[in-house]
């Protein structure tokens, strides 16, 4: 009786659900908020260089979210679990919004994120491809004119100056490549209001690393290959590699539990080819950045790559051929 008793709590033990995991004694919730932890650096920058309106981009794009899952799981007769899923969503898709969208387009593409991208499927860990990205995709499709119209830094102004995105054909760089490159990595550009700022980006990544909630694999072998990519077409690398949202999506979108695979090899084989649809998409596609519809389309190939990246069993000696 002993015995069995502790095979049914061995068997309790090893249950194996959906991503993401709780491994290490961190549990779904502690996970989730280790990472809004390292969002903050990215969150402070939006609000330091395009003003106060980026914090209430924020808050509304947090409270959409959680509204949204909240009244989805009513409806489906689920039991609604704070587990902070819902709030990196929030944030992470107001950090790649433009600092002015409006924000009746900023709660509907919040809403959609959540409904469709993420509920439609079955909830945390069942859903295929990134929320915030999906949102912002959602977005792209129905308003382009919106999402596409920049302001320059106004540091806590209301009042912004419009003006092109770094990888826009009309951007016209102010003084060398050293102050560009300057301006790339502490923020002081146009663009997407969490994406700006490298430096703090790279920090938030370390942060996620040293917790060990994100695998190095996957942020290396996207900014390795998209180097690559640049050296190859000739472009600047070290421009590519500070500007858009190559940054945030690196250590923050591409990196998410649910929609990349969960073998190392897979992993690398995931990021490259996000990093290759990212150098294609920016030197040959009509848009200028890339990185939301390279994970999205990265996202859908997860399965498959999972599929066929598969753990040796214990003991696997292959099959023996007939003598």
């Known amino acids: 009786m002993n015995n069995k008793k502790k095979d049914m709590d061995m068997g309790s033990k090893m249950l194996i659900t959906h991503a993401p995991h709780i491994w290490r004694g961190f549990s779904i919730n502690r996970i989730m908020y280790i990472v809004v932890m390292a969002l903050i650096f990215p969150a402070a920058a939006a609000v330091y260089f395009f003003g106060y309106y980026s914090l209430i981009l924020i808050a509304v794009c947090i409270s959409t979210t959680v509204l949204t899952e909240y009244t989805i799981k009513k409806l489906r007769h689920k ?11 929030g944030l992470l898709f107001a950090l790649i919004l433009p600092p002015r969208l409006p924000i009746w387009m900023t709660i509907v593409g919040a ?30 499709v129905c308003f382009p004119r919106e999402m596409t119209t920049w302001v320059l830094p ?23 490549k050293l102050t560009l490159y300057k301006d790339l990595l502490f923020g002081n550009t146009s663009g997407s209001m969490g994406e700006t700022s490298a430096l703090l980006i790279i920090i938030g990544g370390i942060v996620l690393l040293l917790f060990r909630i994100i695998d190095w694999r996957i942020p290396v072998f996207y900014l390795g ?9 000739g472009e600047d690398i070290v421009f590519q590699l500070l500007a858009g949202g190559l940054m945030i999506g690196a250590f923050f979108m591409a990196t998410d539990y649910a929609t990349s695979p969960v073998m190392g090899n897979g992993r690398i084989i995931f990021a490259v080819g996000i990093g290759i649809l990212t150098v294609l998409f920016r030197n040959f596609g009509p848009m200028p950045e890339g990185v939301c519809f390279s994970i999205l389309i990265m996202n859908a190939f997860t399965p498959l790559i999972d599929r066929y990246i598969k753990p040796k069993p214990f003991g696997y000696q292959g099959k023996k051929k007939n003598a």
Do not use: C, H, W
């Open 111 to 140: 809403a959609f994120s959540i409904a469709i991208a993420k509920e439609a499927f079955g909830g945390l860990g069942y859903n295929i491809f990134n929320p915030a990205l999906v949102g912002r995709a959602f977005l792209s």
């Open 79 to 89: 039991r609604f679990i704070m587990d902070g899923s819902a709030v990196i969503t």
């Open 154 to 176: 106004s540091y806590f102004n209301m009042d912004a100056v419009t003006g092109a995105s770094p990888l826009s054909e009309s951007f016209a760089a102010q003084g060398d």
């Open 225 to 233: 290959t998209v180097a690559l990519g640049s050296l190859m077409l």
